[in-house]
């Protein structure tokens, strides 16, 4: 299975590259998660619209072909770990290739969102970009020791 994270941003704090690197690393090569990270667009005094638009379409420009589009949104469907893993598993039955996408600190646009397979929420709060990268990635972690029955996770 192929999953791809594209997330607007490239300077995260240390600690969160860390956590993020630790994880990726773990994965086995049938199970393999990537990173892209995409510049944002400047915080010029354009309305936060236009450059929600304008990262939306380099996110778009970024999803591998044919991918299952997976929008992380604060109004999103929640999610158990269990249910993931469950979502993730016939992802990779029907050989379908997720990818998760992060929007700029503006969100993404409505139009983005409703083109999206998947509206996925991570927590009810908002969170700080670095911190939705780890937590998405551990749960990717997660969600693959669940399928793979391995000791990582616990119910």
Do not use: N
């Amino acid at each position: 299975m192929k999953i791809s994270i594209v997330a607007i941003g490239q300077r995260q704090p240390r600690w969160a590259d860390d956590a993020v690197a630790e994880f990726l690393r773990r994965f086995p090569a049938d199970f393999s998660v990537a990173l892209r990270q995409l510049k944002p667009e400047p915080r010029d005094g354009r309305p936060a619209e236009r450059i929600r638009g304008a990262e939306g379409e380099r996110l778009r420009a970024a999803l591998p072909a044919g991918c299952i589009t997976v929008a992380l949104d604060e109004r999103g469907r929640d999610l158990t770990s269990t249910a993931f893993a469950e979502q993730l598993g016939r992802w990779r039955d029907q050989g379908d290739s997720p990818a998760f996408v992060i929007g700029g600190p503006d969100g993404l646009t409505d139009e983005f969102r409703r083109g999206a397979h998947l509206l996925l929420r991570l927590s009810s709060m908002t969170l700080p970009h670095a911190l939705a990268r780890v937590l998405l990635v551990e749960q990717l972690y997660r969600a693959w020791s669940i399928l793979s029955r391995h000791p990582y996770h616990r119910d």
